[in-house]
């Protein structure tokens, strides 16, 4: 979008009133017909002032009729205005609906990437504040521009034909207002622009700390965070008004104009009457057809404002909207409607691109994360308005290698445990698994072919993950299970919570499935939110497992309960777990060693044991950590292998 102007942006935008051509016709005739009023009102004062009230015997014209005219324009005026309003109002909440899906879509198809650099709030302060401004750009906005233009060339019309010279003279001041006009439009433009950004910056910390209360209060932060918030809802105030202030401005400048043009014609055509050149009547109407050519160039610069702060709130919708999802399907992908769960990753090579907006440095008073850069016009002063593009935001590109020539092979059905030390990229290999990223170099394949050539929609559909931290969404037990497979009947939905060791607690509970979890209802202890993950992964009966086991040390009882269900879970399985206990690593078929990104050593536990390298460090560390019930858990494992 770099090189776009405003009126490409309003182009694409126009893309997404396709599907309302006609509902934009109907309002603008219906706003044609309006002209009824303007029309004909001032000409029936000048017929009352000149030809009824002094009794003109000539005139065709009397009281009653010139009553029963206006009465009619009048009642007909607010029949069409009113179907109008109902038009508009339908039409701009249907085009939010459609673009705020259109947007969510868009979202769900981007990659782990947009999501690892970007804040929750502010993701969603797009999605709801920008899609919810951008509606005004059609309704409040062009369409009435439409209309008032058709109202300033007839009412432009009306006052040269009844005197072009006094039409000139009210007019002359034209020029000077554009200029004033065009120079405080493009202020208004970016004011709203920093308005929107600081928005932006707001919610995403205020979501995340939200979100991250619990931690806020046990660190005893809350002073802190209070007054970052009260940093950054002054800097959106500021911002703010120093909108308000110029659309204020440029307000009260157009209403100055009038008021004056309105003036001299007074003078000037006073005076015309006074000499007998003009009756009483031409004189008010020529004010009133004035009054209606000023009345749309007054609204224009509130219009305007409306029009510069969605134009505002578009631009950022695009912004997401060009950002291109890096996962994607080829054309014609291998279709995979049965899996084996061979996984291979053949010299597989990745490095992680984080993109962050950069602190300004420009402003060092202001110049930090908090508080988004003021957004200023390139000249001070513009002679046309200017092709206003939106400044890009400075980006800071991150690169990290996390991965170097990773090789191993999973047969169908084994369990393949990974294990390293913290940052060694464990997550990273089975987050390419999931497909959640593509490899830089060399190819992940799923049972012989690469991970590429499917549609991911199918690969996923053979996967299940279980993480550490389980995410569950706020709603029933019920629904979380068959979120795993929403077409799964009730009976397969508990057989998953028995097989999960979760049915009997779920039955305990006075709702049982229906009782309300996450943030709405019941808390979940660490070991019943993994076991119901498990029944989800259970429901979902994936060829490829994806377990990371919990560090947090779970109470014996549920430790051996969710140990039970995940061995379920894992029966003839290819599963991939991210191995924190000894016991899983010391019964895994292959064991990944990772270190700095490579795997450095592979093997069965007695062959990595007797290799004395980094394996055999791990194990001597996790031996001496481990409690005795634990060891000899291990060694029962061991003795097992
Ligand atoms: N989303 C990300 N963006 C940028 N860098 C990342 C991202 N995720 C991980 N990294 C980096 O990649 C490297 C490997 O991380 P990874 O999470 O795979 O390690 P890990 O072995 O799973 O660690 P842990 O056991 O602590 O979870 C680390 O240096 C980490 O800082």
Avoid at 469 to 493: H, K, M, W
Wanted: glycine share 6%; proline share 4%; charged share 20%.
């Amino acid at each position: 979008m770099n090189k776009d102007g405003s009126s490409k942006l309003v182009r694409r935008y126009f893309q997404f009133l396709k599907p309302y051509r006609l509902m934009i016709l109907t309002i603008v005739g219906l706003g044609v017909l309006q002209f009824a009023v303007p029309l004909t009102v001032p000409w029936m004062t000048k017929v009352l002032i000149d030809e009824v009230l002094p009794g003109n015997a000539e005139t065709a014209w009397t009281l009653q009729k010139v009553i029963l005219v206006l009465a009619s324009v009048y009642v007909f005026g607010t029949a069409v205005n009113y179907v109008r309003q109902w038009v508009m109002a339908r039409m701009g909440n249907s085009m939010v609906i459609d673009i705020r899906f259109q947007l969510y879509e868009h979202m769900q198809r981007l990659s782990q990437r947009f999501y690892d650099s970007r804040q929750v709030g502010s993701i969603v302060s797009r999605i709801l504040n920008d899609v919810n401004g951008a509606q005004n750009l059609v309704g409040a906005g062009v369409i009435n521009l439409v209309i008032d233009l058709f109202l300033v060339l007839f009412a432009g019309f009306m006052l040269f034909q009844m005197d072009w010279k006094l039409a000139l003279l009210a007019l002359w001041l034209l020029p000077v207002y554009y200029l004033t006009f065009t120079n405080i439009n493009v202020r208004i433009r970016y004011a709203w622009r920093s308005v929107h950004r600081q928005m932006e910056r707001m919610s995403g910390v205020l979501v995340e700390r939200i979100a991250g209360m619990k931690i806020v209060q046990a660190f005893n932060r809350e002073r802190m965070e209070l007054d970052r918030f009260k940093k950054q809802a002054s800097a959106h105030y500021a911002y703010a008004m120093k909108a308000q202030f110029l659309s204020n401005t440029l307000g009260r400048i157009s209403q100055t104009f009038q008021d004056f043009g309105g003036l001299v014609i007074w003078f000037a055509g006073g005076s015309m009457v006074i000499a007998g050149k003009m009756s009483i009547g031409e004189l008010i109407a020529f004010q009133a057809y004035l009054a209606q050519l000023y009345g749309p160039i007054q609204r224009f610069s509130d219009v305007n404002v409306t029009i510069q702060n969605s134009l505002a709130n578009v631009e950022r919708i695009f912004e997401v909207f060009d950002i291109e999802p890096e996962i994607r399907n080829i054309d014609h992908p291998v279709p995979l409607k049965s899996c084996r769960g061979e996984v291979q990753f053949d010299k597989v090579s990745f490095e992680y691109v984080t993109e962050r907006p950069e602190p300004p440095k420009a402003e060092p008073a202001r110049g930090d994360r908090d508080v988004a850069e003021v957004q200023r016009p390139e000249k001070r002063f513009y002679w046309i308005p200017p092709r206003i593009r939106p400044a890009p935001a400075k980006i800071a590109v991150e690169k990290r290698e996390a991965l170097q020539r990773v090789s191993f092979h999973a047969r169908s059905g084994e369990v393949v445990a990974l294990v390293g030390p913290s940052g060694a990229g464990k997550s990273t290999i089975v987050n390419m698994i999931s497909r959640f990223y593509d490899p830089d170099e060399g190819c992940v394949l799923l049972d012989g072919i690469d991970m590429r050539q499917y549609d991911v929609h199918d690969v996923r559909s053979h996967i299940a993950l279980v993480l550490q931290d389980n995410v569950l969404f706020s709603g029933t037990v019920y629904e979380n299970i068959a979120y795993g497979n929403p077409r799964a009947s009730e009976e397969q939905v508990q057989a998953a919570a028995q097989a999960a060791n979760a049915h009997d607690f779920i039955r305990e509970w006075e709702q049982g499935y229906g009782t309300v979890i996450g943030e709405r209802g019941v808390r979940l202890s660490g070991g019943q939110k993994q076991r119901i993950a498990i029944a989800r992964a259970l429901l979902k009966d994936p060829r490829i497992l994806i377990l990371d086991e919990a560090t947090s040390a779970l109470d014996a009882e549920s430790e051996f309960l969710v140990t039970q269900a995940l061995e379920r879970l894992m029966k003839d399985r290819t599963t991939f777990v991210i191995a924190h206990r000894l016991a899983t690593v010391v019964r895994a078929d292959q064991i990944l060693v990772v270190d700095r990104g490579c795997i450095v050593e592979s093997g069965r536990h007695p062959e990595l044991l007797a290799m004395n390298g980094l394996y055999r460090q791990l194990y001597e560390k996790q031996l001496k950590a481990m409690k005795p019930d634990q060891w000899l858990e291990a060694a029962a494992a061991h003795e097992g292998k």
